[in-house]
């Protein structure tokens, strides 16, 4: 893991085990941010600044073996080409440092060093993206690394204090701070909120708008995600469904990344195959049913868009397309049944077992109990049709799920 340093914004790279304590940046990206390759040149090129301030000028006029380096290191700093001597081409240094994301570093930096911190890990300047093992492994840790830190910093870049109108003058005027700020709805902050401990908010102006518990009913509001969940980050009595529909509506900028960004929610641990597109998110599902017997993972439903409408003839399988079919389940819950018969992927589906109930007008259509309960605790079923005479189904009407009385 590395770990940014407050005071220096140097990177060291820490051991599993040897980690300190250590904040957390939590944030949107924007156009400018720093990558891990120019902090390391900034912070560089302070070091070569202050070494070269150190030394007298003596050094350079009285004919030290040093001073052939120092002068071709002074060329290239006022010339601007240092950048393109550690691999960075084309870099202006103080542009550089002029940039939001540079910008964005320095006042988390400040503020985890103001909270007792010396260290901070910001996932654009210490992840080194051009090793894809890298990028792997971090993706894979990031729900655990936002967990295991000290406090998480969030910072609202599109959220200012003066948005926030005061409630006790204009009551009905209150806004929700997180309706409709872009943070809430980026794929990645999910676990970003739910993971860390202690998540303290932060306006553009990088002043403090409040702690994450002071915000409970408003999270909620926002996210639907339960205030309990909110509060202590304990998922285990949630089904799969409800986990998944709070994704629903997140947006992520690569279509694999509506998956990756779940791995931690799930305790899931998968290869990164950017360029796989939509069948991420089947990778995704199919390392879930590894991990549990949770059947609410087929309580999706097809949705319709105006490029593609939900045929109720249309042959589906059992996984869906992307979190979206599940942004009807935040109410779905497993039902207290287990099974006892494995699920298996095989080359031409799934292989499990329902229970079901024939459609007494189509013969070769069952309604298929998926073991868990909606609204009123009624029952939850999907439609199947037997397509070769008994041992293979398809999902059709994938855009209804039917409620059951018992």
């Known amino acids: 893991m590395r770990l940014l340093n407050v005071d220096t914004l140097e990177i060291k790279t820490y051991n599993e085990h040897d980690v300190p304590p250590y904040a957390i940046l939590s944030h949107t990206w924007g156009p400018d941010e720093v990558t891990f390759q120019e902090i390391c040149m900034i912070t560089r090129m302070r070091s070569v600044s202050q070494a070269l301030s150190s030394r007298a000028t003596s050094n350079i006029s009285d004919g030290s073996e040093h001073s052939g380096t120092m002068l071709a290191v002074m060329e290239m700093l006022a010339q601007g080409t240092w950048g393109a001597s550690l691999g960075i081409p084309n870099t202006d240094e103080d542009a550089l440092m002029r940039r939001e994301g540079y910008r964005k570093i320095v006042y988390s930096a400040n503020e985890a060093r103001r909270l007792g911190y010396s260290w901070i890990w910001i996932d654009t300047c210490c992840i080194d993206k051009t090793s894809s093992a890298e990028l792997q492994e971090s993706i894979n840790s990031m729900y655990k690394w936002y967990k295991g830190s000290g406090v998480c910093l969030v910072y609202l870049e599109d959220t200012m204090r003066e948005m926030i109108v005061n409630s006790q003058l204009a009551p009905r005027a209150v806004i929700n701070p997180f309706q409709d700020c872009r943070w809430i709805s980026r794929g990645w902050t999910l676990q970003e909120l739910v993971a860390p401990t202690s998540l303290r908010f932060y306006y553009k102006d990088w002043t403090l ?10 999270l909620y509001e926002a996210t639907y995600i339960p205030i309990f969940v909110l509060d202590t980050g304990d998922l285990s009595e949630l089904s799969v469904a409800q986990r998944m529909s709070w994704a629903s509506y997140r947006q992520t900028t690569r279509v694999e990344d509506s998956a990756y960004c779940l791995l931690g929610i799930f305790d899931i641990q998968m290869p990164l195959l950017y360029g796989e ?19 609410s993972l087929f309580a999706w439903q097809a949705v319709s868009t105006y490029s593609q409408p939900v045929l109720k003839s249309v042959y589906r399988g059992l996984f869906a397309r992307s979190p979206l079919e599940f942004c ?8 207290n049944t287990t099974s006892t ?12 077992q329902f229970e079901l109930l024939i459609d007494q007008t189509d013969k070769t259509r069952f309604l298929a109990f998926i073991r868990c309960n909606g609204a009123m605790n009624r029952r939850l079923a999907i439609y199947l049709k037997c ?3 008994g041992s293979q189904y398809a999902r059709v009407d994938a855009g209804s799920i039917i409620p059951v009385s018992n």
Do not use: N
Request: charged share 35%.
């Open 387 to 389: 397509l070769d005479g």
């Open 328 to 335: 009807y389940c935040r109410f779905v819950e497993r039902d």
């Open 209 to 218: 708008m409040g702690d994450k518990r002071d915000f409970l009913e408003e």
């Open 277 to 295: 597109g939509p069948k991420a998110f089947i990778r995704l599902q199919e390392e879930i049913l590894k991990t549990t017997d949770d059947y």
């Open 341 to 352: 018969f494995p699920i298996s992927a095989t080359t031409i589906g799934l292989h499990l």
